[in-house]
């Protein structure tokens, strides 16, 4: 049984000195609702600023038409090339998968491989595994919560490598950061009892 348990545990994608880690990206339900929201609204806004401007019915609900163009057709006008403009933008972003990616820690090489999808390319960075001094959780509650894992580097700026979006539940954060911590012999930081 305990010979079960400790295949359990062991995370997908990791081998004796080889650990895996797939980031998720931008393609998430939350990012498709909010993108059809906005498509929805920045087209009903441009829709009825033009019914208001030609004096013709192009929405099946309400009467647009009767609006005056000035003020009240210009600012619906406005809001609606905005809304469909930041619609794009997401709806690009979901395309691509921005922020799409993987962590390979490879103890054979030594080396440290980070990869992750721009908006208009790849960006991939190598790092020695010597130069990882500790994983560092970073926890911050309040109106803007970060849960997030982080590497301490030497002589570097601390690196994320978690996923990007809402914050991660605690009991999960920890164990992939202890997980990590093991796997690299290296301090765990940023948990307090």
Avoid: H
């Avoid at 560092?136 to 994320?160: A, C, H, M, S, V």
């Amino acid at each position: 049984m305990t010979a079960d348990l400790k295949e359990s545990q062991k995370p997908e994608g990791s081998s004796e000195s080889c650990l895996e880690q797939i980031v998720n990206g931008s393609k998430k339900t939350s990012n498709y609702i909010v993108a059809a929201m906005l498509t929805i609204g920045g087209v009903g806004f441009s829709l009825a600023a033009l019914s208001s401007y030609l004096g013709k019915d192009f929405l099946p609900l309400g009467n647009p038409s009767t609006l005056i163009f000035v003020p009240q057709g210009l600012f619906m006008g406005f809001y609606g090339v905005l809304g469909t403009f930041v619609a794009t933008y997401l709806w690009a972003l979901i395309r691509v998968d921005y922020g799409s990616g993987f962590n390979r820690f490879d103890k054979a090489k030594g080396l440290l491989y980070v990869s992750r999808q721009g908006f208009l390319k790849n960006i991939s960075i190598e790092i020695p595994l010597a130069d990882v001094q500790a994983v560092k959780l970073e926890i911050r509650e309040g109106f803007n919560p970060r849960r997030r894992i982080t590497l301490r580097l030497q002589g570097r700026k601390d690196l994320p490598i978690s996923d990007v979006g809402g914050p991660q539940p605690l009991l999960k954060l920890e164990k992939e950061g202890a997980e990590l911590a093991r796997f690299l012999s290296v301090n765990l930081e940023g948990l307090s009892a």
